[in-house]
C-alpha cells in the first residue's frame, strides 16, 4: 500500500542533493562492549550492568532497567549530531512486552525534560511498545511506530538532518517524521531550529540502551551501527537484508479465516419489542445522592450542594466550568457489558459532562465520555430525566465516574446513579423493516468517525491493535450499530497526514484493519465507507519548504499551495488546504489512494464506496478562496479563459499580486475554474467507483459551517458561495454523478458547548444564529437536486485538558483522593447531546427544508451514547421508507412535514415534526395504509401524536396520497 509515485514525483522535485553515509561506528557486542570500528574512540566510557550473550549475528548486549545498565562512548568522530542514522537490531526480554515504560537505545545526555531545541538525539520506546525517533527541533517534531508485542528481533533505524527532522525505519517499513503539519511558515521558520545546541555537554558522548544511565532498555542489542549521514529507506532495506529469512516480517492476517472460526457475532442479541434498550440486566450497585458525602468516596472540585426536584433530592456541582464531583468504585471487570443510568434534575439550564474511567494511573480512557444538555434553548420537564448509556467494560476493577459542569452557568447534577451488568453480554438489534434496495442502497443511517479514534470506544484488548483484537472490536461495534439502528460505519481510511498503514498509523490500528470490518460486516448485512480525511501529506521530501524556495518563487512548482499573502499557509480547521489539489502530484496521489480502497474492498459486499471529509484544510479540494495561487494554476487558468493575469511571473511574492488581480478583477471566472478543476477530478472518481462496482457511491462531506467568525457568515447564499470558492460545484454533481451523496453539515453542539474561552472568540449574536441557521432553507441549497441528499450532524465534542494537572494547575489533581485512588483522565472530548426527545433534533430538522436519504452523526467518540431509545425508533421509521427522493405534501401545520413517493408497487409517506413542541396531526388516511415498520392497519381518519421531533411512516396502496384535515391539527 505505499504510494511509491508519490516518493518518486517528490524526489524529481527536490533539488536536494544528499551525502551518501559513511559509516562512523560499529559494536557487534559479542564479547564486549569495545566497538569493531570507530572513526572517533571505540572505547567505552562506561559499562556499568551489561552482559553479553547470544545475539542474531553472534553476540548481542544484553539490558535490564533492574540493574540500571548502560554503557557510554565519546561522541566525537563517531556522531554527527547535525545529521546521521543509527541503525540497530533490538529484541524485547519477554517479561517486558506488557511494560508501558519508556525505555531508550540510544541517547545523547541532554535532560530529556529540556531537550526541546538543543538538537539531542533520542531514539526509545515511548510508552513500551513505540519505536519513537527524536532530534529535538524546536518544533519537537518526531517519528514513531509501534512494534507488535512480542520478543523477536526486529531492525530499527533511526535518520536525522537537521534540516528536516527525524525519520524511521522499522522492520524495512519508513516512517517519516515532522513533514506533514498546518503551519508550514512556522515550521520553515521555527520548528526545524536548534536555538539551545550550543549547551555545554550536550555532543561529548552518546549512550546505548539508557538515557544518560535511565531509562534502561530491557532486552538486547545487536549489531550498532552509526553512520554520518540519513541511510534512506534503500540503506535500510540493505541491512535489514543481512539477516536474510531471520529477519521480522509482517505477516497480512488472515481476517477471512478469523472470521469464518468465529462465526455468529457474540454481541448481538434478537430484537425486543422495545428497540434501544439493553435486554435483561442484573443491578448491581446504585448510589442515591441526597446528602454530603453520599458515598465515602464521594470528592469535588469547586462546590457541592444538595438540592431537591419535586422531593427527589440531587447533588449538584458549582456553576463555573470545569466545576466537578467523581466517586470512586469497583465492577466486575469479567463481565464484558455493562449499562450506567445516570439520574439528574431538568429543572434549568445544564451542560453537564458525564465519564466513566479507570481509577488509577491509565490515562486514555476513552470507553465512556458522554453529557446531556438541557434547559436554556430547550424546554425542561420539571422532572427527573434518565441518561442510559452502554459500558464496554475496561479490563480494570476500580472506576470513577465525574460529572462536570461544561458551560458557566449550566451546573452538573445528579440525584442517583446506577450499574447494571447485562446478563447475556450482547445487545438486542433493533428490528428493521426495509423496502427494496435500489442501487444496492436503502436510507441510511450512519456511525461517522471525524478522528480515527474507534479504538478507544470499546475496551477491546490491546486497543485494537492485534488482528484479533481489531475482529472483536468490529463485532461490538456491530452490535452497538443494530442496536441504535444505525447500518453505515464510516471512518477514516486516510486520516490527518494519510493512508492509515504500516508507515502511518495513528492510535495503533491493527495491520489491514479495515479488512476486519469487511469480513464481519459482511455477515451482519451492515456498510462500511472509509473515508478521507486528509489535511497534509507524510512526503519524503521536506525540501519542497525551504526558505531558499520560498524566497525565490521556486516553491510555486510544486504542490504546496501557494495562499493570497504570497506564502505558504495552513490552518487544520480554518484553511486553506496545504496542498494543491491542482498539481499532478496531489491529483496522482488521489487517484491511487482510491486504488488502494477500491482495491481493498470491492470484493465484500459491506465496502459501500468512498467518502471526502471537505473541511476547508482538506486537501481535496482548494478549501477557500484564500489557497491556490500558483503559477500552474494561473498558466492553466490563462489556457482555458483566454484572460492574462498581468503579473511578473519572476516576482518572488506574485502569489500575492495572483490573488489580488484575480479577485478584483475575474473572481467569478476564477471560482468557477476552480470548480472545474476539484469538481471534474471527483466525477471522475466517482466515475471510478461506478466502474469497480455499480452500487459503489462516493460521499461528499461539506463541513464548511466551521465558524462564526468568517466572512459573509450571515449572507443568505454562505453555504453555497462557501462550496463554490473551495471548488465544489454541487449542481454539476448532482447533473453529471448520480452515484454521489452529497452532505450538508451541521455541528449541533457549537451554540451550547463553545464560549469566548473555546475555540475561537465568538460573539453572542453570532451564536445565536449558528444555532439557527440550519433552520433556514439556504442552508440545504447544497444537497439540493442531489440523487443521495445526506445530513451529516459532526459533534464539536467538548473539548478541554481540565484533568491534567500540568496543563491545570488550578484543578488538574483536585479529585485524586486519599492516597491518590483517582488519577483523573486528562483530556475530555465528550459529545454532549439535548436530553431525552430533543437529542433527536437535528435528525428531525435536515427534514424541514427537503428529504434526504442519508442521516449521518459523528466526532471523535461514538456520539449517541445515551439517546438510543429514541434514535432506534427514529431509524426504524426512516429506514423502512423507500431510498428516493420523496415530495413534500401541503400541511396546515408548520412545525409539520409530510411526504410521499410511489416505489416498487406501494404508495410510501412519512409525518416528521421538525420543532421542540408536541403536535397533533389529522390525516385522513389512502386505502389500505399501515404504520411501519410495526404494520398496524391505520384507520381511514387518524390523528397522530407526534412528540417533539418524531418521526412516523407509513405505506398504502400505489398512488394514495395522505390527505390534510385542516380543523385536526390540534
Known amino acids: 500500500m505505499r504510494l511509491t509515485s508519490l516518493y518518486r514525483i517528490a524526489c524529481m522535485v527536490s533539488a536536494t542533493c544528499v551525502a551518501e553515509p559513511q559509516l562512523l561506528f ?23 550492568k551489561v552482559t553479553f550473550e547470544k545475539g542474531l549475528f553472534g553476540g548481542a548486549a544484553r539490558f535490564s532497567p533492574a540493574s540500571a545498565s548502560a554503557i557510554a562512548y565519546a561522541l566525537p568522530g563517531n556522531v554527527a549530531p547535525e545529521r546521521g542514522a543509527v541503525s540497530m537490531w533490538i529484541r524485547r526480554s519477554p517479561e517486558s512486552l506488557a511494560s508501558k515504560a519508556n525505555a531508550w537505545l540510544f541517547s545523547t545526555p541532554g535532560p530529556f525534560g529540556s531537550r526541546i531545541g538543543t538538537g539531542s538525539l533520542y531514539f526509545w520506546l515511548w510508552t513500551g511498545d513505540r519505536i519513537r525517533g527524536d532530534n529535538s527541533n524546536a518544533g519537537d517534531l518526531s517519528a514513531a511506530r509501534a512494534l ?21 525505519h522499522v522492520d524495512g517499513v519508513t516512517v517519516p517524521g515532522g513533514t506533514g503539519g498546518h503551519k508550514p511558515m512556522k515550521r520553515v521558520r521555527e520548528d526545524y531550529t536548534y536555538p539551545l545546541a550550543d549547551k555545554p555537554g550536550l555532543f561529548d558522548r552518546f549512550f546505548v540502551g539508557s538515557s544518560a544511565g535511565h531509562g534502561a532498555f530491557d532486552g538486547w542489542i545487536d549489531d550498532l551501527r552509526i553512520y554520518s549521514a540519513p541511510l534512506g529507506a534503500s540503506g535500510a532495506r540493505r541491512l535489514r537484508a543481512e539477516a536474510g529469512g531471520r529477519a521480522y516480517h509482517e505477516s497480512s492476517p488472515d481476517y477471512a479465516g478469523m472470521s469464518a472460526t468465529r462465526g455468529a457475532n457474540p454481541y448481538e442479541a434478537s430484537p425486543l419489542e422495545t428497540p434501544g434498550v439493553p435486554g435483561k440486566t442484573t443491578l448491581v450497585r446504585e448510589w442515591r445522592f441526597d446528602g454530603l458525602p453520599p458515598d465515602p468516596a464521594f470528592r469535588a472540585c469547586g462546590p457541592a450542594r444538595i438540592g431537591n426536584l419535586g422531593g427527589t433530592a440531587y447533588v449538584e456541582a458549582g456553576d463555573k ?24 434534575p431538568d429543572d434549568r439550564k ?19 465520555q458522554v453529557g446531556v444538555l438541557t434547559g436554556d434553548d430547550i424546554p425542561v420537564s420539571g422532572r427527573i430525566r434518565t441518561h442510559r448509556c452502554v459500558y464496554w467494560t475496561r479490563p480494570s476493577r476500580r472506576l470513577a465516574f465525574v460529572a462536570m459542569t461544561a458551560r458557566d452557568g449550566g451546573a452538573a447534577a445528579l440525584s442517583a446513579v446506577r450499574l447494571y451488568r447485562v446478563d447475556s453480554a450482547s445487545l438486542p438489534a433493533a428490528a428493521m423493516k426495509e423496502p427494496a434496495k435500489r442501487d444496492g442502497w436503502g436510507r441510511t443511517m450512519a456511525l461517522y468517525y471525524e478522528d480515527a479514534a474507534v479504538n478507544y470506544d470499546f475496551s477491546v484488548a490491546d486497543e485494537g491493535a492485534t488482528p484479533e483484537a481489531a475482529i472483536d472490536m468490529a463485532d461490538r461495534l456491530a452490535a452497538t450499530m443494530k442496536y441504535t439502528g444505525q447500518n453505515l460505519f464510516a471512518y477514516p481510511a486516510v486520516w490527518y497526514d494519510g493512508l492509515i498503514g504500516r508507515s502511518y498509523n495513528p492510535r495503533r490500528h491493527a495491520p489491514d484493519f479495515l479488512s476486519a470490518f469487511y469480513e464481519r460486516f459482511d455477515r451482519e448485512g451492515l456498510g462500511v465507507m472509509p473515508l478521507i480525511n486528509q489535511n497534509s501529506l507524510y512526503l519524503p521530501d521536506p525540501d519542497w519548504f525551504t526558505l531558499a524556495n520560498i524566497e525565490s518563487g521556486a516553491i510555486h512548482a510544486t504542490p504546496v499551495s501557494i495562499s493570497s499573502n504570497g506564502l505558504p499557509k495552513c490552518h487544520i480547521t480554518l484553511g486553506p488546504a496545504e496542498y494543491n489539489i491542482a498539481h499532478p502530484v496531489v491529483q496522482a496521489y488521489y487517484s491511487r489512494l482510491l486504488d488502494i480502497l477500491v482495491g481493498q474492498g470491492a470484493r465484500h459486499p459491506s465496502f459501500k464506496g468512498v467518502g471526502l471529509h471537505l473541511k ?47 479577485l478584483a478583477n475575474e473572481r467569478e471566472r476564477w471560482i468557477k475554474w476552480r470548480c472545474d478543476v476539484c469538481t471534474g477530478f471527483w466525477i471522475d472518481m466517482a466515475a471510478k467507483l461506478a466502474a469497480a462496482r455499480k452500487d459503489l457511491k462516493l460521499w461528499i462531506n461539506d463541513i464548511c459551517v466551521i465558524d462564526a467568525s468568517m466572512d459573509g457568515f450571515r449572507d443568505r447564499d454562505y453555504m453555497r458561495r462557501t462550496a463554490l470558492e473551495g471548488g465544489l460545484d454541487a449542481l454539476r454533481i448532482a447533473r453529471e454523478a448520480k452515484n454521489v451523496i452529497l452532505g450538508q453539515t451541521t455541528l449541533p453542539a457549537d451554540y451550547r458547548t463553545t464560549d469566548g474561552s473555546l475555540w475561537y472568540l465568538r460573539t453572542e449574536e453570532n451564536r445565536e444564529y449558528q444555532r439557527t441557521m440550519h433552520l433556514a432553507e439556504p442552508f440545504w441549497d447544497f444537497t439540493r437536486g442531489a440523487a443521495w441528499p445526506a445530513a451529516h450532524q459532526h459533534d464539536r465534542y467538548w473539548e478541554d485538558a481540565v484533568g491534567n494537572s500540568s496543563r491545570n494547575t488550578g484543578g488538574g489533581d483536585a479529585l485524586a483522593g486519599p492516597g491518590r485512588d483517582l488519577d483523573e483522565h486528562d483530556w475530555r472530548v465528550s459529545t454532549l447531546n439535548y436530553a431525552g426527545e430533543y437529542a433527536m433534533a437535528h435528525f428531525a430538522e ?10 449521518s452523526k459523528g466526532g471523535y467518540l461514538i456520539g449517541t451514547y445515551g439517546m438510543e431509545d429514541v434514535l432506534a425508533p427514529f431509524a426504524q421509521a426512516f429506514r423502512s421508507l423507500p431510498p428516493l427522493v420523496m415530495k413534500t405534501l401541503p400541511c396546515g401545520n408548520p412545525s409539520l412535514r409530510i411526504r410521499r413517493a410511489d416505489y416498487d408497487g406501494k404508495s410510501w409517506f412519512y409525518i416528521v415534526n421538525v420543532s421542540k413542541t408536541k403536535q397533533l396531526a389529522t390525516l385522513d388516511m389512502p386505502e389500505g395504509a399501515e404504520e411501519l415498520p410495526s404494520g398496524r392497519k391505520a384507520a381511514r381518519r387518524e390523528t397522530l401524536e407526534l412528540p417533539p421531533y418524531a418521526l412516523r411512516s407509513f405505506s398504502a396502496r400505489e398512488g394514495g396520497t395522505p390527505l390534510w384535515v385542516q380543523d385536526g391539527d390540534g
Open 26 to 48: 560499529r559494536a557487534s557486542f559479542d564479547s564486549s562492549a569495545t566497538a569493531d570500528f570507530a572513526k572517533g574512540s571505540p572505547n567505552p566510557v562506561t559499562v556499568s
Open 148 to 168: 507488535p508485542r512480542d520478543d523477536a528481533w526486529h531492525h530499527v533505524v533511526f535518520d536525522w538532518d537537521r534540516a528536516w527532522g527525524p525519520r524511521l
Open 321 to 344: 466550568r470545569g466545576d466537578r464531583f467523581a466517586v470512586t468504585f469497583d465492577i466486575d471487570d469479567k463481565a464484558p457489558l455493562h449499562v450506567f443510568e445516570f439520574d439528574y
Open 350 to 368: 445544564r451542560t453537564m459532562d458525564l465519564i466513566v474511567q479507570e481509577a488509577g494511573g491509565y490515562k486514555n480512557d476513552y470507553a465512556m
Open 616 to 662: 476547508y484544510s482538506s486537501i481535496a479540494w482548494f478549501g477557500n478562496l484564500e489557497g491556490g495561487y500558483n503559477d500552474y494554476c494561473i498558466e492553466s487558468f490563462e489556457k482555458a479563459t483566454g484572460v492574462k493575469v498581468p503579473v511578473d511571473r519572476k516576482d518572488p511574492a506574485r502569489g500575492r499580486l495572483y490573488a489580488e488581480w484575480l
Open 846 to 855: 435536515a427534514l424541514m427544508h427537503g428529504d434526504k436519504l442519508v442521516l
